[in-house]
């Protein structure tokens, strides 16, 4: 087909076949460019199997009860869940995969508060042809699976 099986095309990757799959920096560009009541719905949609799993539980958790693992949005590293401004994306290559950091200036509103600048790491690796969100900061993934549920009465 095409040697290699992929090529990239205009910052994105396209297969052989013709289709085209994000880049790890236009997922995470996609996850920022919207807020969501729950990331953990956003960010399951992207991610590989074993981390769609725990993010999916947890996103499950969170629809029913509001607050489960995380008692703070995954996506801005915070509670406040507020506005994402001026996002700037930095990537880099790790031993099976990319490591993408987004990094921008997190304004919650408050008042007499200036935005205070944040940066959430995220681990990327190929699946099944495309590029999925493995974890999220250093060890999310691991905190969901750990996490027991049954224990603690959640869903």
């Not at 947890?58 to 009860?65: F, G, H, K, T, V």
Request: aromatic fraction near 10%; hydrophobic fraction near 35%; glycine fraction near 8%.
């Amino acid at each position: 087909c095409c040697g290699s099986g992929v090529f990239a095309l205009a910052g994105m990757t396209a297969a052989c076949s013709g289709a085209v799959t994000p880049t790890p920096a236009d997922i995470v560009r996609q996850l920022y460019a919207e807020p969501s009541p729950n990331p953990f719905e956003k960010i399951a949609a992207h991610a590989s199997r074993s981390f769609a799993k725990a993010a999916n539980r947890e996103a499950q958790c969170e629809n029913s009860l509001g607050t489960c693992v995380f008692d703070f949005d995954a996506l801005r590293g915070s509670q406040c869940g507020g506005q994402v401004k001026d996002l700037r994306i930095e990537r880099s290559a790790i031993p099976n995969g990319v490591m993408v950091r987004a990094n921008f200036n997190l304004d919650c509103g408050y008042e007499n508060t200036a935005p205070f600048a944040t940066v959430v790491i995220f681990r990327f690796t190929r699946e099944d042809g495309a590029w999925k969100i493995d974890d999220i900061g250093p060890g999310l993934k691991q905190q969901i699976e750990s996490y027991d549920y049954a224990w603690n009465n959640h869903p």
